[in-house]
Nanobody
Framework: QVQLVESGGGFVQLGGTHRLSCTTHGFNFNISVMSWYRQVPGKERELVARISGDNEEIRYGDFVKGRFVISRDNAKNTVFLRMDDPKPEDTAVYYC???????????WGRGLQVTVGS
């Protein structure tokens, strides 16, 4: 059974540093492309960051502008998103996704709310 479980959400300090984690089970994590997406009410889900199984290909949404870093620990089947200098407009539900290509993920986590404020 495929499972993706996000953690680390909640209130995030404006301008600080924060990390989201996604722990997974039930599929071959090492060869999977792992992604973070986010969504706000009334808007489509958008790509935040994506990383290939071998770390060779990493892609970020245009709005990231160097503020976020995606990484993975293949030994722990976990993917991370470090958020540096978060802004109020980063407030959203963040989703972890997994797939074998660079399109929309085949599997999703339930999502977690991240609220950026002072």
């Amino acid at each position: 059974q495929v499972q993706l479980v996000e953690s680390g959400g909640g209130f995030v300090q404006l301008g600080g540093t924060h990390r989201l984690s996604c722990t997974t089970h039930g599929f071959n994590f090492n060869i999977s492309v792992m992604s973070w997406y986010r969504q706000v009410p009334g808007k489509e889900r958008e790509l935040v960051a994506r990383i290939s199984g071998d770390n060779e290909e990493i892609r970020y949404g245009d709005f990231v502008k160097g503020r976020f870093v995606i990484s993975r620990d293949n030994a722990k089947n976990t993917v991370f998103l470090r958020m540096d200098d978060p802004k109020p407009e980063d407030t959203a539900v963040y989703y972890c996704g997994a797939g074998l290509g660079f399109g929309l993920p085949a599997h999703w986590g339930r999502g977690l709310q991240v609220t950026v404020g002072s």
